[in-house]
């Protein structure tokens, strides 16, 4: 079992920045790929940023790449995700994933931690 807890969500303006981190328990941090997923309101959820168990391979949606970095730290077991110029769009429930059973643009994630919520003014 992994327990997943994610930080950082909040109200920003568009443009503005945040950072998002996920802190992991329970099994070995490093044996699993991990993720980012968001649900917007009213909206099924969307596959946002993947990464390798050493964090050399990421991947991103299409929406996002250029903008939002995916990034671990083994050492600490923590994921982190990068958002700079955010968009209102940007605007859902940000969920940490880990334990990738799928491609890494899968949404098929064995765990998940609760979610933050993340709103974008325009």
């Known amino acids: 079992q992994v327990q997943l807890v994610e930080s950082g969500g909040g109200l920003v303006q568009a443009g503005d920045s945040l950072r998002l981190s996920c802190a992991a328990s329970?099994?070995?941090?490093?044996?699993?790929?991990m993720g980012w997923i968001r649900q917007a309101p009213g909206k099924g959820r969307e596959f946002v940023a993947s990464?390798?168990?050493?964090?050399?391979?990421?991947y991103y949606s299409d929406s996002v790449k250029g903008r939002f970095t995916i990034s671990r730290d083994n050492a600490k077991n923590t994921l982190f995700l990068q958002m700079n110029s955010l968009k209102p769009e940007d605007t859902a429930v940000y969920y940490c994933?880990?334990?990738?059973?799928?491609?890494?643009?899968?949404?098929?994630?064995?765990?998940w931690g609760q979610g933050t919520q993340v709103t974008v003014s325009s």
């Open positions: 329970g099994r070995t941090f490093s044996d699993y790929r």
């Open positions: 994933t880990a334990n990738l059973l799928g491609t890494y643009y899968s949404l098929n994630y064995r765990y």
């Open positions: 990464i390798s168990m050493e964090g050399i391979s990421t």
